[in-house]
């Protein structure tokens, strides 16, 4: 089977989509399976010479601030035409993430096509993403009506991660007509040597010295909560000196110097490490030697840090908008709260008043949890099996015929 995937951009920081397409691909090719991407990354961008599935940038020649809303929706007019040309290269399309140019592409060219297409919202139709931004949620409604919402309904499928991420999206855009399916998600285990791994985490945070700590991994961003998760600590490790936190990620909007104005005030300041951006073995050894993954998050479809995490065999420390935390809990792999500074404290001060062996106990049940649900090969055999069953049905005489 031959695979393209659409992506806005294939850079890592840009969070876990990318994540799992590069996962999903080696389990592919470990199938004899061959996928390619399609992005909006400019051709020479160092991530996509550096990414390990051939992509095909149509991006400006040099890097685009995003500063503005056209800017960030990633106009590239050379996508069309190649998708034209090419669609047929292939024996599947996925279209991952909406509301950039890659969305009205695909919806110009995908519908028209004998090649059938899934689109992985990857949590996109949250209705979270309306809250306090009613101008940008009008917007959307309008992209909707003539690109998303098309693009969805012709979609041989709509992936979801979870069933909540699934119910959830059908209250945020009128009308919505999709063939929903969750499939689950995942990410491979990891490697390496753990020592080693912990060793070079430890040398690229040299303040931590060896004392304990909880990490937070990921876009240091409103969304996640990083701002409530510094007071919660504040608030919870008074009562534990000795514990430290890391807050490690990319800084997209400046909100950093923000929440460190915030532990000045709170007197944390000298307890939380900002190593940035961490990757290979120091992000490894990092998993590996925490005490615990926090993400407080207010709108998570899946997270694939905290897969990570469970995979190391830490505990993860949630909030209930992360929309796994039901596996989670039923796992006894970590803690769940309520996604606020009131509830991720108390969160925080259950886990560290807890001895040694209880502790030890749930990251046992971290790694059954990962082994059990999480593992990369898990979904993908529910995704491989979503793209047989589109194939299976999908009529050879589609060209500009809406499937009903």
Known sequence: MRVL???????????GAIEGVLRQSAVRARRGQQTHIASLDWPDAPWVRACPVKTFG??????????WPWQRYGYAPQLIPWLREHVTDYDIVIVNGLWNYTSLAARCVLPRSTVPYVVFPHGMLDPWFRVGRRLNHLAKQMLWLISEGPLL???GAVLFTTEDEMMRAMDAFRPYDVRGRVVGYGTADLEGDPASQRAAFRRAVPALASRPFLLFLGRIHRKKG???????????ASAHPEMNLVIAGPDPDGLRAVIQATARATGVAERIHWPGMLSGDVKWGALRDCKALVLPSHQENFGVVVAEALAAGRPVLISDQVNIWRDVKAAGAGMVATDDVEGT?????DFLALPA??????????RACFLGRFEVSIA?????AALEDVRTCWPSDRAHQRRR
Do not use: H, T, Y
């Open 5 to 15: 995937e659409i992506i806005g951009s294939v850079n890592p920081q840009d969070g």
């Open 58 to 67: 149509f991006g400006p020649s040099k890097p685009d601030v995003r500063r």
């Open 153 to 155: 309904a012709d979609a």
């Open 226 to 236: 990083c701002d409530i998760l510094v007071e919660a600590f504040a608030r919870a």
């Open 345 to 349: 404290s108390r969160m925080l001060g």
């Open 357 to 366: 062996p209880a502790i030890e106990r749930m990251g046992g049940a971290a």
């Open 380 to 384: 993908a055999e529910a995704i491989n």
